[in-house]
C-alpha cells in the first residue's frame, strides 16, 4: 500500500532529526521526506477529479497540505511537520484498511472530514 510506503519513509527522515552528524542529518531528513513526497504526488495525481466529487476534491486538498508542511519541514530541518503528517496519513491510512477490510463503508468520508476541520 502506498500509505505505507510515505509511512516509513517518513519515520527514516523522523530518525535523521536525531543523528548527530550534520551530512548523514541532512540526508537522512531530505531524502526520505522526498521519497514520501514523492508517493503523495502519485496519489494526488491519481485522484480522478471528475468521477471524484468532492471526495477527490477533499483529497486533493488533503495531499496538498501534506505537501506543503513537509516541505517546511525539510526547508527548516523541524520535525514537527513530518509529525503532523505521520500522525493524519496514519488515521487516512487505516481508515482504507478499514474499508477494504469491509468493516466500514463511511471510515474513509469521516476521517478525511475530521482532519479537514482539525488542519
Do not use: C
Not at 510506503?5 to 530518525?15: E, N
Not at 513526497?37 to 471524484?52: A, H, T, V, Y
Request: hydrophobic residues 45%.
Amino acid at each position: 500500500m502506498l500509505f505505507d510506503g510515505a509511512l516509513r519513509f517518513l519515520d527514516k527522515a523522523l530518525v535523521g532529526f536525531d543523528l548527530d552528524d550534520p551530512l548523514d542529518s541532512n540526508l537522512a531528513i531530505n531524502n526520505n521526506i522526498l521519497k514520501a513526497q514523492e508517493i503523495l504526488r502519485e496519489l494526488n495525481m491519481s485522484l480522478n477529479m471528475e468521477k471524484g466529487g468532492e471526495f477527490a476534491n477533499t483529497m486533493r486538498r488533503l495531499y496538498n497540505y501534506y505537501d506543503l508542511q513537509l516541505s517546511q519541514s525539510n526547508l527548516r530541518k523541524d520535525p514537527s511537520g513530518v509529525e503532523l503528517v505521520i500522525r493524519l496519513l496514519s488515521i487516512i491510512r487505516g481508515a482504507w484498511a478499514e474499508m477494504l477490510t469491509g468493516n466500514s463503508h463511511n471510515t474513509v468520508d469521516l476521517q478525511v472530514e475530521h482532519q479537514l476541520q482539525a488542519a
